[in-house]
Every structure is written in structure tokens, then in C-alpha cells.
């Protein structure tokens, strides 16, 4: 992948990558393009808290392509999931651990 200038596959598949590995596919990510020249890209992770509530948006990262996936590499290292329902309960002996 050219990281200066990744196509929209490279770029789908790096979102993809990092979403399932440091964020523990966790909410979604929303990536907008520019439509003009030097206009920002941005990127959003929204989650949502618990079931039934409103997602929440948090931004991750403004600028080019490259510096969004920058932005997401260092959101991702601090990012920690909040466990499920289920696997509290796992934790706490009052239900079984959820499968794979």
C-alpha cells in the first residue's frame, strides 16, 4: 500500500484491519471522503454505550487519507472495549462465556 496515497480497496481493508484488531470490532468507523482537492477526510468511530441508547461519534482523525489512518493507529493503542453484558456475567460466574 502507497501509505501517501492508498486506493479505496487499501484503504477499506486497512480500516477493516484495524477495526477488528485494536478496537475489537467495536461500533463502526465512518471514513468521508474529500470531493475536492485539499479539502479534509474525516474519520468517526461511533459506539454505542449499551443496548438500547444512541450511538455516540467520536472523532478519530482530520486531513488526508494517510494522516486519518495515522489518526486511527494511535485512537486504536488507547482505545479500550467496555465488555459486554455477557461477558460480565461470564466474569462474574453467573452465566457462561460467551462463544468465539
Known amino acids: 500500500m502507497d501509505a501517501t ?3 479505496l480497496d487499501e484503504l477499506r ?4 484491519r484495524v477495526w477488528r484488531a485494536r478496537l475489537g470490532a467495536e461500533g463502526r468507523l465512518s471514513f468521508t471522503l474529500a470531493m475536492e482537492p485539499g479539502e479534509p477526510c474525516h474519520l468517526t468511530h461511533w ?6 441508547e444512541f450511538e455516540d461519534c467520536r472523532a478519530v482523525g482530520t486531513g488526508s487519507p494517510a494522516q486519518c489512518l495515522v ?3 494511535r485512537y486504536g493503542a488507547a482505545y479500550r472495549r ?3 453484558e455477557a461477558e460480565v456475567a461470564a466474569t462474574l460466574g453467573i452465566a457462561p462465556a460467551p462463544g468465539p
Not at 13 to 16: F, G, T, V, W
Open 47 to 52: 459506539v454505542r454505550s449499551a443496548a438500547g
Open 71 to 73: 489518526a486511527l493507529d
Open 13 to 16: 481493508a486497512e480500516l477493516r
Open 5 to 7: 496515497n492508498p486506493t
Open 82 to 84: 467496555r465488555p459486554t
